[in-house]
T-cell receptor, first 111, second 114 residues
Framework: GEDVEQSLFLSVREGDSSVINCTYT??????LYWYKQEPGAGLQLLTY?????DMKQDQRLTVLLNKKDKHLSLRIADTQTGDSAIYFC???????????FGAGTTVTVRA | EAEVAQSPRYKITEKSQAVAFWCDPI?????LYWYRQILGQGPELLVQ????????DSQLPKDRFSAERLKGVDSTLKIQPAELGDSAMYLC????????????FGPGTRLTVT
């Protein structure tokens, strides 16, 4: 199956940029996703990128994809206290429909 | 905005008891997923339905877990008997179809087995 790895914790000052990194093993994935989970809640689809793209920008969110290195990142500009949450990278392995999730990166925004 | 509904939100049960969770997907979504999320980990797929048919239950512990989606709309996940290791968040998600990967998640059911 697909192995998806993320760093576990990130602390960032309010107003700074956050960068969350993810690596995966299956290079044939078509779409790659970022989900956000607030405490005690389900997962919210934040954004996704198609595998033939290098970058996608959506308001304060920028997704970068390096297919050669199998590396995906999510940049949050002007990080706010409401951005404090767990962020999951999710990748469907190859032509499979399943999503393989990383363990999640807990982002803490400090004043 | 349409949402995936789940109930109950919280459930505390004693080991060896039976427990059931319910999910109502977004209207028109043919594909329904049940995930288990252990604290500190990402969600793990337990079972996937396409309409009323199971298309993947390879990670479902079938000796104690069962899932059904009789009319291809809402779904029930059951555990009998519950074990201490089943304590987790159970998440339901839905998508328009199997080939469309955008999955929308419900708020989850937090299960505590004592």
């Amino acid at each position: 199956g697909e192995d998806v790895e993320q760093s576990l914790f990130l602390s960032v000052r309010e107003g700074d940029s956050s960068v969350i990194n993810c690596t995966y093993t299956d290079s044939s994935s078509t779409y790659l996703y970022w989900y956000k989970q607030e405490p005690g809640a389900g997962l919210q689809l934040l954004t996704y990128i198609f595998s033939n793209m290098d970058m996608k920008q959506d308001q304060r969110l920028t997704v970068l994809l390096n297919k050669k290195d199998k590396h995906l990142s999510l940049r949050i500009a002007d990080t706010q206290t409401g951005d404090s949450a767990i962020y999951f990278c999710a990748v469907p392995p190859g032509n499979d429909y399943k999503l393989s999730f990383g363990a999640g990166t807990t982002v803490t925004v400090r004043a | 905005e349409a949402e995936v509904a789940q109930s109950p939100r919280y459930k505390i049960t004693e080991k060896s008891q039976a427990v059931a969770f319910w999910c109502d997907p977004i209207s028109g979504h043919a594909t329904l997923y049940w995930y288990r999320q252990i604290l500190g980990q990402g969600p793990e797929l337990l079972v996937q339905f396409q309409d009323e048919s199971v298309v993947d239950d390879s990670q479902l512990p079938k000796d104690r877990f069962s899932a059904e989606r009789l009319k291809g709309v809402d779904s029930t996940l059951k555990i009998q008997p519950a074990e201490l290791g089943d304590s987790a968040m159970y998440l339901c998600a839905s998508s328009l179809g199997q080939g469309v990967y955008e999955q929308y998640f419900g708020p989850g059911t937090r299960l505590t087995v004592t």
